[in-house]
């Protein structure tokens, strides 16, 4: 026996004078999603660190796409389009589409998916009997799927999007004031490239199955404290002035179904007055802050 026989374990090739080493194969990931607001980042930085994708979309045809990426039509509440979007896939990132848990982790364990990384919603109430509105109640179901289902899961818990303000953009483009409902309610807006680069460490590297990350921004904004940020990123005075809550309600019902827009005025209203909990989840993982409002505003700039 020689010495090279003695300290390789036997599963391992060892090249042969003459013969290349090759490069570690990386496995094929599926994000979901990848359209959405998160889906593109997580998309673009798998891409950039040189990871086969994935991608799966209702509408491809609607999108452009990295010419690296293999893009597949599907919709993940048609259990039927599952299986050949999951076919060689190792590691899942997953939209939440509600209802849709069950069908997916069935077709995920019959694909021999490893990791999935759920985007789920700062909603979910590990402690609550029951969950508080639709919005975390979808996402809770999601993770209920995932928990029981053998797969190596990890739940990403959002507050809210930093880029949910881009509704604000006609009134910016039209003028120095954004009138809402509650200019006091207050969150820790998160910036949606942070949120990815959780999901692409997650799904790239070991040691965080079983992981729940609470994803803030670093600090605890009102809409009128967004409003003045805004402005002062754009060199110009622009403030929030407060209208109704129902008048808002009635003009946000053309887009968005009652019940859900039920629960985004409940938690505006419960969050007025209070400073939304700070977690280091980002920093723990991606060994960077998270970005601010303000760093958020400047990347969208040309958007107000
Ligand atoms: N906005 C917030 O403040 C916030 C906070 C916490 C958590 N979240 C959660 O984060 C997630 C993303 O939210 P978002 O508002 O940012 O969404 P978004 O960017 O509009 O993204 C939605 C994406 O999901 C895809 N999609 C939707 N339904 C699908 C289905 N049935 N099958 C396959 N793909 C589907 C769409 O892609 P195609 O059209 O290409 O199919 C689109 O790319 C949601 O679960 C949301 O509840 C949001």
Redesign the pocket.
Known sequence: MTNTDKLQPSHIDIPQAGQQAQPEEKATILV????????RHVLALLVAGGHPVRA????PQA?VWPAEVDVVAG???DPAALDAALTGVEAVFL???PGSGPAFVAAAQRAGVRRVVL?S??GVDDDAPVQDGP?AAY?AELENALRGSGLAWTFLR?D??A??TLMWAGQTKAGDVVRGAYAQAAAAPVHEADIAAVAVAALTQDGHAGQIYRLTGPESLTHADQATILGRALDRPIHYAELPAEAVRQMMSAHVPGPILDDIFTTWAASVGRLAPITTDIEKVTGRPARSYHHWVLDHATSF
């Open positions: 979901t999603g990848a359209t959405g607001n998160v889906g799966l979309s209702r509408a999108a919709d993940l509440a939209f939440a589409a985007l919603s700062g919005i996402h959002p809210v999007f880029a949910n």
